[in-house]
């Protein structure tokens, strides 16, 4: 399968219905580094169990929620109750609000082990999130491939590398016209952390 590799720019990635960009250093690598180890050593990592073609599996990563506690988030089936954000945590999403001018009130974070763990195919378009999400992307550590595609059509299908101490900024129509999963892939041995920063609605 061809993917067209999204040039890593700062305009819009998106060739219609929608508005993608793309900070490859957002952190300097030093502050990657740093961030990397302490959301490794510090956040609360689970396996949750989801539901998938009617049966429930573990998914294939770990993943952690923190934000306001007064309000949960839930996906495929499973509700996740946010824990208060972390020091760093904090410290993160202020400078995300800061450049991007945007409110965010959860994030939903992701560990992956290794290459075999992954996120297929999905949008971020729970009614909680409101009309136009602005999804906040961070990684730390090892670089995967990013993929993109329309949801109706499926075609065309664009993919980028994210990279360590980098920001994918996903928002306007988005989360209604795209789809978007992080595959598996043998090539990467080293562990990846994602942060997705949102505001869910009260």
Known sequence: ???ALLPLETNNLLPFLGEVYFYSDF?????????FKLLQEELV???????MFGKKVLQPRLTALYGDPKVPYGYSGISMQPLPFTKILETIKQRLQDYTQHEF???LCNYYRDGQDSMGWHRDNETVLGQNPKIASLTFGASRSFQMRPYTEKEPKLKLELSHGSLLLMEGASQHHWEHQLPKTKKVQQPRINLTFRKLLG
């Open 105 to 107: 009130t959860h994030v």
């Open 45 to 51: 990592w689970q396996q949750e169990a989801i539901w």
């Open 1 to 3: 399968m061809q993917y």
């Open 27 to 35: 952190f300097s690598l030093e502050e990657a580094d740093l961030y």
